[in-house]
């Protein structure tokens, strides 16, 4: 539901997003985590729950999600993927 996190419909991100909930009891599971943990959705949601701890999944390589996720539970490589 990260559609929730985009103001009034609006991707530029030019009105802050409201904190909704500033509890560390808060857990965040993302599924396709590369489609948005890196743009001003993945932005308002860290605003709206600051305290939250996140975790993401993805079968696609992170680049772009790498200093949004600093762990990993488990990872391959391309090469475990391909065989």
Not at 15 to 40: C, G, W
Not at 49 to 78: L, Q, R, W
């Amino acid at each position: 539901m990260i559609h929730k996190f985009q103001e009034n419909g609006d991707l530029t991100g030019l009105e802050l997003f409201p904190e909704l909930n500033k509890s560390a009891n808060v857990l965040i599971m993302t599924d396709e985590a590369h489609r948005s943990q890196y743009s001003i959705l993945a932005a308002n949601l860290d605003r709206a729950m600051p305290n939250a701890t996140s975790i993401g999944f993805t079968g696609t390589p992170t680049g772009k999600t790498e200093k949004k996720y600093k762990d990993y539970i488990d990872k391959y490589t391309m090469r475990q993927c391909y065989c």
